[in-house]
């Protein structure tokens, strides 16, 4: 059974291009979350997504980001025109279920820098 | 709103030696509590869990038990090894189950 998988591993855009970070999530699992983790720093939630739905998007910065998980492919982080201060590792989980005592399990992460 | 607090790294351990992170929570109702490992360059896997007060998650010689009374999930191992040496987050899960709230982690390195 596959883990979850992120593509790119690795993602250079200079500032104000786009950058969009994949998700796949284990399989049988609906539930995709987000989370940023900046240099030295713990991890810090953005978005949760099941199949076509934002559950909570709390944690996204207002502009430039978004996020969607359609009903077929991978779940989507896009960020639009991007800043120095994008710069960090973008990490997706997911879990079978929305439940409290579910684990989430975590990708490889996408590590983006912004020249 | 829901927070976790974690002992400030790095911590410097000879290998053998006994490891205790401390971490301790705030947050409404009952929270579920993890233990996540991070290893360079690599993203977070799940140590241990523990899902309701007194509960203890164990794995690969660590182990955590969930205190309610002091609001703590202390993450112990008796003999660490160098290849323990890892970044590790505290995490709680909320009621709701939306999204873990994690703590700042704390680097520990084993010498051999």
């Known amino acids: 059974n596959a883990g979850v998988m992120q593509n790119p591993r690795h993602l250079v855009r200079r500032r104000g291009q786009e950058a969009r970070l994949r998700c796949s999530p284990m399989k049988g699992h609906s539930h995709v979350y987000w989370y940023r983790q900046l240099p030295e720093e713990g991890l810090k939630f953005m978005v949760y997504?099941?199949?076509?739905?934002?559950?909570?998007e709390s944690g996204m910065p207002k502009e430039r980001f978004s996020a969607e998980f359609p009903k077929e492919g991978p779940s989507i982080l896009r960020i639009q025109q991007v800043v120095r201060g994008d710069s960090a590792a973008y990490f997706c989980?997911?879990?079978?279920?929305?439940?409290?005592?579910?684990?989430?399990?975590f990708g490889p992460g996408t590590r983006l820098t912004v020249l | 709103g829901d927070s976790v607090t974690q002992m400030e790294g790095p911590v410097t351990l000879s290998e053998e030696a006994f490891l205790t992170i401390n971490c301790t929570y705030t947050?409404?109702?009952?929270?579920?509590l993890f233990w996540y490992v991070q290893y360079p360059g690599e993203g977070l896997q799940l140590l241990l869990k523990a899902t309701k007060a007194d509960d203890k998650g164990s794995n690969k010689g660590f182990e955590a038990t969930y205190r309610k009374e002091t609001t703590s999930f202390h993450l112990e191992k008796g003999s660490v090894q160098v290849s323990d040496s890892a970044v590790y987050f505290c995490a709680l899960s909320d009621n709701y189950g939306q999204n873990f709230v994690f703590g700042p982690g704390t680097r520990l390195s084993v010498l051999p």
């Open positions: 997504l099941q199949k076509e739905n934002i559950i909570d």
């Open positions: 947050a409404t109702g009952y929270p579920s």
């Open positions: 989980a997911s879990s079978p279920g929305g439940q409290p005592t579910d684990t989430q399990y």
